[in-house]
């Protein structure tokens, strides 16, 4: 998407070109439908293979909001900030499942400590996600997204 890189008060920020305002919308929509129907499809009980594309989608999401944001104003803003908790939840959960599997090969003790140190936040943040969902985190973030939408 061709976009201009414009300097507003010392700070660059991307400036939509003319007619390209169909194509963002477009993108927007895209990233939206991909979060949405991963959560749609998402198994009965979701785990690591669930949770991983849902932090991808999420991220893709965030970025194109945080992109179109000053071009759209607002509620694009506070959907890149939602998206952004969700992304930072699911990353550290996914941080803690990579840093297992790294440590796991190793014997020593050190090794096996931090384990099970990456195991509690692994379980940790997984029962935070899980919590943020039940207490309508996840409506929030859909309740955005449809007002976002240009």
Not at 6 to 34: D, H, I, M
Not at 72 to 90: F, I, M, T, V
């Amino acid at each position: 998407m061709p976009y201009l890189m414009k300097s507003a008060g010392g700070k660059r920020r991307a400036t939509l070109l003319q007619g390209e305002k169909g194509e963002a919308g477009l993108a927007l929509r895209r990233a939206l439908r991909r979060v949405h129907r991963l959560w749609k499809n998402r198994p009965k009980n979701p785990g690591r293979t669930f949770l991983h594309p849902l932090r991808r989608a999420i991220r893709r999401l965030r970025f194109t909001s945080e992109l179109l944001a000053p071009e759209y104003g607002n509620s694009l803003s506070k959907l890149a900030k939602e998206a952004y908790q969700w992304q930072h939840l699911l990353g550290d959960y996914h941080d803690a499942l990579i840093a297992q599997r790294l440590l796991a090969p190793l014997p020593t003790r050190e090794a096996k400590a931090l384990i099970k140190r990456f195991r509690a936040v692994e379980q940790k943040t997984q029962e935070a996600f899980w919590r943020r969902f039940r207490h309508g985190g996840w409506h929030e973030l859909h309740r955005l997204t449809k007002k976002a939408l240009p």
